[in-house]
């Protein structure tokens, strides 16, 4: 459902032709791309829980999927893992991609942090690529704020910062749905062009 949204947004009809950069996957795409045999270009998905992305690169033998582990902070998902800085290099090397997507991993970061990880992206986009991410933006005084206990469990934006951090990070945003569109279980999501 997920994926059939975000190709409607795109207007493309699958992923088929697309190179697509999966940042903070999981396991539920490869498991859809895979077990459900969707149109895929080509895969690459990263992630910081090493377990899980080793148990994908072990287990999936299709060539047009590549799993990485990336060893940066995350107060919820890694806290033992390095800094990360605008600067930090994604582990795949000099690539580019048709499209970066990011689903559900804004909505467990710090400011600085999403701040950080949209200029990151912003240098492995192709030109005429595309960013499509969900995020968890709530009315608020402030800009953020987190919605439950512990720091990143559920991390929620105002709308105005999150326009301000693409436009500061290089990025256009195309188009901002709000939360379960046609039923779809997915927070606000923006389609969003390098400038
Ligand atoms: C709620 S899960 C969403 C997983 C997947 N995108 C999905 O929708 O099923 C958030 C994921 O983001 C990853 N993550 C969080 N911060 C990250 C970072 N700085 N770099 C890469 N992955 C990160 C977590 O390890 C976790 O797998």
């Excluded at 690169?57 to 590549?66: G, K, P």
């Excluded at 799993?67 to 806290?79: A, G």
């Excluded at 995020?135 to 987190?146: C, K, P, S, V």
Aim: proline letters at 5%; charged letters at 25%; one cysteine or more.
């Amino acid at each position: 459902m997920l994926i059939e949204y975000m190709c409607q947004r795109l207007g493309i009809a699958d992923l088929g032709k697309t190179d697509v950069l999966d940042f903070g996957c999981g396991c539920r795409f490869a498991d859809a791309i895979v077990n459900k045999e969707l149109p895929i270009g080509r895969y690459t998905g990263i992630d910081i829980d090493k377990e899980m992305i080793e148990f994908l690169s072990r287990n999936v033998s299709d060539t047009r999927l590549a799993f990485y582990y990336w060893d940066v902070q995350n107060p919820l998902y890694n806290p033992n893992g390095e800094a990360l800085t605008s600067n930090s290099s994604l582990p795949v090397g000099e690539r580019d991609f048709d499209l970066i997507c990011m689903f559900s991993v804004i909505t467990h970061q710090l400011p600085d942090d999403a701040e950080n990880l949209l200029r990151i992206l912003r240098r492995y986009v192709r030109p005429e690529g595309r960013l499509f991410f969900s995020a968890n933006i709530q009315d608020m005084d402030g800009d953020y704020r987190e919605m439950a206990h512990r720091p990143t469990l559920h991390s929620a934006y105002s709308a105005a910062f999150l326009q301000g951090l693409l436009a500061r990070t290089g990025w256009k945003c195309l188009s901002l749905e709000g939360k379960t569109p046609q039923g779809v279980p997915i927070q606000d999501s923006f389609l969003c062009a390098p400038v």
